[in-house]
């Protein structure tokens, strides 16, 4: 299971972005993505952004749960107060279907399992409570790209603890 | 972005050249919620405050100019204070305010319970049926304006410009564009009970209106 993680500012600009692996299961931590994936998480990340604004006026909850699929790719949003979204998009390592209905139910092969929704639900919050502290510096102005290690190493550890 | 390539990475390589406090604590480091007993003194609010509006005043025109950069001090406030109010809510009504009404509720209760420890006084939909876009709120006694006493030449000018700011912020992070300005509307003959009575005048733009009028469909 690989994931790249982003954070969507009110202009739909990127601010900050993030890729990892799962540490569940005797996870290494480390993203599988190939080379060429890379460059396409993020359009698929973006594309998904038109749902986002159909689905933010729908309910008040900050999580928004899975919002797009593409592919073997499930994208999972969370939006701030502020209109910052978090997105997280997921890559299983073998296609949903193809697993055993007896792994089912573990993080990794159903991203949309209720235990998975849950994990990534702890993630986001766990996330936006450290964004929330890094839009309390006075010299950052909302939307700027959020360059601070400690806010990196945050996520990172975030990732580590839930997915 | 540039660190793209260093996914994955321990975060520990990147953080050279980053000098952290000598307690090794960050911004990170504090929590979010405020203990109840951590309130500002007003006294030091009150200077800071005739110093931020004697700045504003240094090389503007007019009143109109002032209460601009006043209004502009206190934006960016208002674009924090929304997330951080929404964070410090119990998780289950932690929820992104999703009509006018909503919001200004927010605004009424939550922002004016942080800032001034008390709500606004009242909450007010203009009755002119020309401008449906216009909401006030209320304050009786701003505290803003406790010890601003305004020349009589510039009688036009309330400081509150600075909370009006701190109002759109909030409206504009939450995705509701609005321009909202302070009057003055307490009247100024003996035995007045609220002499210092400020409207903030919340306008929400055309776009605003247009989607409540299609999520109230539904």
């Known amino acids: 299971m690989s994931y790249y993680f982003a954070i969507i500012g009110t202009q739909d600009n990127p601010l900050f972005e993030y890729e990892f692996g799962t540490s569940k299961q005797g996870g290494d931590g480390q993203s599988r993505f190939s080379e060429q994936a890379r460059h396409l998480n993020q359009f698929i990340l973006h594309s998904s952004l038109d749902i986002v604004e159909e689905a933010q006026w729908t309910s008040g909850q900050l999580y928004l749960k899975v919002i797009d699929k593409f592919f073997n790719n499930y994208i999972s949003c969370f939006i701030t107060a502020g209109n910052i979204k978090f997105l997280l998009l997921q890559q299983p390592t073998t296609p949903v279907g193809s697993t055993s209905t007896r792994n089912s139910t573990s993080i990794g092969a159903n991203p949309t399992s209720p235990q998975a929704e849950e994990a990534i639900k702890n993630f986001f919050t766990e996330v936006y409570e450290n964004y929330v502290k890094a839009i309390m510096s006075p010299f950052y102005k909302v939307n700027m790209e959020i360059k601070s290690p400690v806010f990196r190493a945050r996520v990172a550890a975030a990732g580590r603890k839930y997915l | ?218």
């Open chain 2, 1 to 218: 972005m540039a660190n793209m390539g260093a996914a994955g990475k321990p975060p520990g390589k990147e953080a050279a050249g980053l000098r952290y406090p000598t307690n090794m604590k960050t911004i990170y480091n504090r929590s979010l919620n405020r203990s109840k007993t951590s309130e500002l003194s007003q006294a030091s609010f009150a200077y800071l405050f005739s110093e931020m509006v004697s700045y504003a005043q240094k090389r503007v025109t007019g009143i109109q100019d002032l209460e601009k950069r006043l209004n502009h001090q206190g934006h960016p406030i208002g674009l924090k204070l929304l997330d951080l109010l929404l964070i410090r809510e119990p998780p289950r009504s932690q929820t992104r305010p999703l009509t006018i009404i909503s919001l200004l509720h927010f605004i009424k209760i939550n922002v004016w319970q942080h800032l001034f420890g008390r709500q606004a006084d009242r909450l007010e939909k203009s009755s002119n049926p020309d401008t449906p876009d216009e909401y006030m709120i209320v304050d009786n006694e701003p505290l803003v304006n406790a010890y601003i006493s305004v020349p009589k030449e510039m009688s036009q000018l309330n400081c509150a410009a600075y909370v009006a700011g701190i109002i759109e912020g909030v409206c504009d992070g939450a995705a509701f564009p609005a321009r909202v300005t302070a009057h003055t509307v307490g009247g100024k003959e003996e035995g007045e009970m609220w002499p210092g009575k400020t409207v903030f005048l919340v306008k929400f733009q055309g776009e605003v209106l247009e989607r409540e009028a299609l999520i109230g469909k539904g």
